[in-house]
């Protein structure tokens, strides 16, 4: 009964609570409606506008960081309009009459402005601020604020730079608080970009452009624009366009081929037009000369790509309508190791080749204009017979599976083209293919180069693919040895390795190939041994067993307890039923610690490992 009487009294007094906390909030609310009461005052001004002068527009030098902060800048987050506690509309918002930024379309490509705007900003209200900030690519800064309804501020264009300018323009209230509906009305943000001067175009050819040129002359242009970036080059003979080239960055180059030859001694006109990003564009004429008749010149004596193993005789041959003032044979030649030799023969039109090698070799004819021919040659000299490297490994090799991972290249050394022929057992071998038969594998690889050379080698091995056999001595699997266990375990083949033994997770010591030990510590045992042939082949084997002290285990713990008498204090039925609930509780409390003690004891004597 005591307790339901406590029970009404304390709901009774969370109800007062929840009432007096109830008044006091109603009373806050009222208040707050009062203080946020007001006028508005609105201030008008002429319309006047301001120009950015030379002596007041000048740009300013200001940390970039603070301007990129300034540009990067969030207008901050807005109250809610209401609480959960007030329920009153808010007063109404003032509607504000956002800026006009007035600046020409870009007239040039891509964005850009070749020709400089004027930017002109209106506040257009009567209260508030208009700030704008203008920043070009090397920091420099303008930046002001207009207030006043109808009052403008204007950037003449001379006050532009080349590049890239940033032009922020934002609104603020009269607390100096920044403005925004989620619209971007009342902040822009603007990239003006300015390039009003013509690509830089330099024109050069390799010996100028009163020199002749045979076959072809081939000009460089280079093109510079520091601003927008070089675009597009275009490329005219004869006043017919024959090329259009994208050049893309600052500086961009690009090669012209001047092919169709002159004409009764006259230059070939050839016209350049490089523009930029901006539409800037400069022109550039030049005039070349082309002379396409060439010496012949012929070698005999060998063919090109020819792979022998005999000396190499050569006969050169030229010829020309006016006459031959030089040939010259210039090359290389290259070892059997690599290394590099240079060839260099005139005069005489005999060339003889003997040592091994590759030659490379280049003969040019010139003739009295200073026209010239070339014509190339490679011959191949191999004496010698292919080297086989690698299969000697495998020589009494023990393998669970064969496959021949190598390539070519890292098996046979030889610099000229070879066939590669192998068997296995054999049979023709194919390197892709996987070998599981077990037993002796007899390899055999034979190589011949273009020339001829040969070279052949062999290897035996052996593929196993048997597990090894692990043998355990002195115990069986489960089995309960009384006092002590010994335990003696080994491979049957002792050409495999017993490679580990753990005895419950500890690692033993393996002498001569075998373990041995003896367990005299009751408890329970698990020995896992691990072993491994040559070919790789594991087994792993476990076995457990258990040893018995003479020592008993604690006896059962059913007279610890006594019967738990108590007399009945409570007055009524109820209270008979809560206290036996409660002896019962206390009992089963009584036997679960018991239990733990004994399990602990238990478990305490199993932990006990060998030594």
Same mark, same amino acid.
């Given at each position: 009964?005591?307790?339901?009487?406590?029970?009404?009294?304390?709901?009774?007094?969370?109800?007062?609570?929840?009432?007096?906390?109830?008044?006091?909030?109603?009373?806050?609310?009222?208040?707050?409606?009062?203080?946020?009461?007001?006028?508005?005052?609105?201030?008008?001004?002429?319309?006047?506008?301001?120009?950015?002068?030379?002596?007041?527009?000048?740009?300013?030098?200001?940390? #970039?960081?603070?301007?990129?902060?300034?540009?990067?800048?969030?207008?901050?987050?807005?109250?809610?309009?209401?609480?959960?506690?007030?329920?009153?509309?808010?007063?109404?918002?003032?509607?504000?009459?956002?800026?006009?930024?007035?600046?020409?379309?870009?007239?040039?490509?891509?964005?850009?402005?070749?020709?400089?705007?004027?930017?002109?900003?209106?506040?257009?209200?009567?209260?508030?601020?208009?700030?704008?900030?203008? %920043?070009?690519?090397?920091?420099?800064?303008?930046?002001?604020?207009?207030?006043?309804?109808?009052?403008?501020?204007?950037?003449?264009?001379?006050?532009?730079?080349?590049?890239?300018?940033? +032009?922020?323009?934002?609104?603020?209230?009269?607390?100096?608080?920044?403005?925004?509906?989620?619209?971007?009305?009342?902040?822009?943000?603007?990239?003006?970009?300015?390039?009003?001067?013509?690509?830089?175009?330099?024109?050069?050819?390799?010996?100028? !452009?009163?020199?002749?040129?045979?076959?072809?002359?081939?000009?460089?242009?280079?093109?510079?624009?520091?601003?927008?970036?070089?675009?597009?080059?275009?490329?005219?003979?004869?006043?017919?366009?024959?090329?259009?080239?994208?050049?893309?960055?600052?500086?961009?180059?690009?090669? !012209? *081929?001047?092919?169709?030859? @002159?004409?009764?001694?006259?230059?070939?006109?050839?016209?350049?037009?490089?523009?930029?990003?901006?539409?800037?564009?400069?022109?550039?004429?030049?005039?070349?000369?082309?002379?396409?008749?060439?010496?012949?010149?012929?070698?005999?004596?060998?063919?090109?790509?020819?792979?022998?193993?005999?000396?190499?005789?050569?006969?050169?041959?030229?010829?020309?309508?006016?006459?031959?003032?030089?040939?010259?044979?210039?090359?290389?030649?290259?070892?059997?190791?690599?290394?590099?030799?240079?060839?260099?023969?005139?005069?005489?039109?005999?060339?003889?080749?003997?040592? #091994?090698?590759?030659?490379?070799?280049?003969?040019?004819?010139?003739?009295?204009?200073?026209?010239?021919?070339?014509?190339?040659?490679?011959?191949?000299?191999?004496?010698?017979?292919?080297?086989?490297?690698?299969?000697?490994?495998?020589?009494?090799?023990?393998?669970?599976?064969?496959?021949?991972?190598?390539?070519?290249?890292?098996?046979?050394?030889?610099?000229?083209?070879? /066939?590669?022929?192998?068997?296995?057992?054999?049979?023709?071998?194919?390197?892709?293919?996987?070998?599981?038969?077990?037993?002796?594998?007899?390899?055999?690889?034979?190589?011949?180069?273009?020339?001829?050379?040969?070279?052949?080698?062999?290897?035996?091995?052996? %593929?196993?693919?048997?597990?090894?056999?692990?043998?355990?001595?002195?115990?069986?699997?489960?089995?309960?040895?009384?006092?002590?266990?010994?335990?003696?375990?080994?491979?049957?083949?002792?050409?495999?390795?017993?490679?580990?033994?753990?005895?419950?997770?500890?690692?033993?010591?393996?002498?001569?190939?075998? !373990?041995?030990?003896?367990?005299?510590?009751?408890? /329970?045992?698990?020995?896992?041994?691990?072993?491994?042939?040559?070919?790789?082949?594991?087994?792993? #084997? @476990?076995?457990?067993?258990?040893? %018995?002290?003479?020592?008993?285990?604690? *006896?059962?713990?059913?007279?610890?307890?006594?019967?738990?008498?108590?007399?009945?204090?409570?007055?009524?039925?109820?209270?008979?039923?809560?206290?036996?609930?409660?002896?019962?509780?206390?009992?089963?409390?009584?036997? +679960?610690?018991?239990?733990?003690?004994?399990?602990?004891?238990?478990?305490?004597?199993?932990?006990?490992?060998?030594?």
């Amino acid at each position: 009964m005591a307790g339901k009487r406590m029970m009404i009294v304390l709901l009774l007094g969370i109800m007062a609570l929840v009432y007096v906390t109830g008044l006091y909030a109603k009373e806050a609310v009222a208040n707050e409606a009062v203080t946020e009461e007001g006028d508005e005052a609105v201030a008008e001004e002429d319309g006047t506008e301001e120009e950015i002068t030379d002596d007041q527009g000048d740009m300013e030098e200001e940390s #970039e960081d603070e301007v990129e902060e300034e540009l990067e800048k969030e207008p901050e987050e807005e109250p809610d309009e209401e609480s959960e506690d007030h329920e009153e509309s808010p007063l109404p918002e003032k509607v504000w009459e956002a800026f006009k930024i007035q600046i020409a379309e870009p007239d040039g490509a891509d964005g850009y402005y070749i020709t400089k705007p004027n930017i002109v900003i209106h506040h257009m209200d009567e209260q508030g601020s208009t700030n704008y900030i203008l %920043i070009n690519e090397n920091s420099e800064i303008i930046k002001g604020s207009i207030a006043g309804k109808g009052k403008q501020t204007r950037i003449p264009a001379n006050k532009l730079k080349q590049g890239v300018h940033r +032009l922020l323009v934002y609104m603020n209230n009269d607390n100096g608080e920044r403005l925004e509906d989620g619209t971007g009305k009342y902040r822009v943000e603007k990239e003006i970009r300015i390039d009003t001067i013509a690509p830089e175009v330099e024109v050069t050819a390799p010996s100028g !452009f009163e020199s002749w040129y045979q076959d072809t002359a081939i000009l460089t242009i280079k093109a510079n624009d520091t601003f927008s970036g070089t675009d597009v080059i275009r490329y005219y003979i004869y006043g017919l366009q024959v090329k259009t080239e994208t050049l893309q960055g600052k500086n961009g180059s690009s090669q !012209f *081929s001047v092919i169709p030859p @002159s004409d009764k001694g006259q230059k070939i006109p050839v016209k350049i037009e490089v523009l930029d990003q901006a539409g800037n564009l400069t022109v550039i004429n030049k005039g070349v000369y082309i002379d396409k008749q060439d010496p012949q010149i012929t070698v005999t004596g060998a063919l090109h790509h020819e792979i022998t193993s005999s000396d190499i005789e050569l006969k050169v041959q030229t010829s020309d309508e006016n006459g031959i003032a030089s040939w010259r044979m210039t090359g290389e030649r290259e070892t059997t190791d690599g290394s590099i030799r240079p060839l260099e023969q005139t005069g005489e039109k005999t060339v003889h080749l003997s040592e #091994e090698g590759i030659y490379r070799m280049e003969f040019q004819a010139v003739d009295l204009a200073g026209r010239n021919s070339t014509t190339n040659l490679q011959v191949i000299i191999d004496k010698t017979d292919p080297l086989i490297r690698l299969i000697d490994e495998l020589e009494g090799a023990y393998v669970r599976e064969f496959r021949l991972n190598i390539s070519k290249e890292e098996m046979i050394e030889e610099f000229t083209s070879y /066939e590669l022929v192998m068997s296995l057992n054999g049979r023709l071998y194919n390197a892709q293919e996987t070998i599981y038969e077990e037993g002796q594998q007899l390899l055999k690889v034979r190589v011949k180069d273009a020339a001829g050379n040969e070279a052949k080698t062999e290897a035996r091995f052996t %593929i196993d693919r048997t597990k090894p056999e692990i043998i355990f001595t002195g115990i069986t699997d489960g089995q309960e040895c009384e006092g002590e266990a010994e335990v003696e375990i080994e491979v049957e083949n002792k050409e495999d390795t017993l490679e580990n033994v753990r005895v419950n997770g500890r690692k033993m010591t393996v002498e001569d190939g075998a !373990f041995q030990g003896v367990f005299k510590d009751a408890g /329970e045992y698990k020995v896992t041994a691990v072993a491994v042939d040559k070919a790789g082949n594991t087994t792993k #084997e @476990s076995i457990a067993f258990s040893v %018995i002290s003479d020592e008993k285990v604690l *006896s059962t713990a059913s007279g610890m307890f006594s019967q738990i008498r108590g007399k009945k204090t409570l007055e009524n039925e109820e209270g008979e039923v809560k206290m036996n609930q409660f002896k019962i509780i206390m009992i089963l409390i009584s036997v +679960l610690i018991v239990g733990i003690i004994l399990g602990g004891i238990v478990f305490y004597k199993q932990r006990k490992v060998p030594r």
